[in-house]
């Protein structure tokens, strides 16, 4: 099944573990602690509000607007998740933040040029992807399936997908730093 049928398919719950998901698997981008969206899975797990945990996540990145477009993107996920946790509200984040997510890995995939599209491999042609982009869409995927096989029983599962994610990209940050600051490269 395509990433836009998992998508179109899923509840609020499943919808909501995606985004969160996305935007935790992007968040070295923006400095942010690892453990700084853990409250909105905590909320996530137990059904509960999570609009408060998300201004505290919110605030705790400040109002500044990064010039890198790729931590652009990944505050942007932020920004707009929903404060209110239903189907209608977090359906078009979760979309969004999959998208987002997809063009972040492409755009620091140094393999693969910058103007590709984010959106490439949602819908099922997976060929030709470059590794950290197919990578991504996966665990995208496995986020989603795990939601609707397992209900909330998925989420310390989802968890551990994103946090391998985040370490994948954390890696990718790292060396990209690395050659910028590097002279004559």
Known sequence: MSLVDLIAQADERGLAASGLACL???LPLLGGDDELLRPLWARLA????WAGELTG???ALGPAEPSDEAARLALRMLRSAPAER???AVRPWADACSVAALRIHRLLDPATPATDDG???RAGDTADLPPLVA?????QAAVLELL???GAQGLRRALEVSVEGRRVLRAVVSRRARSAAEPGV
Do not use: I, Q, V, Y
Not at 46 to 49: A, E, K, L, Q
Not at 135 to 139: G, I, Q, S, T, V
């Open 135 to 139: 990578a991504e869409l996966r665990r």
């Open 57 to 59: 996540a919110r605030a």
């Open 86 to 88: 239903t189907a209608d």
């Open 46 to 49: 137990d059904g509960s509000d």
């Open 119 to 121: 959106d490439a491999g």
């Open 148 to 150: 609707a096989g397992h």
């Open 24 to 26: 935790d698997r992007c």
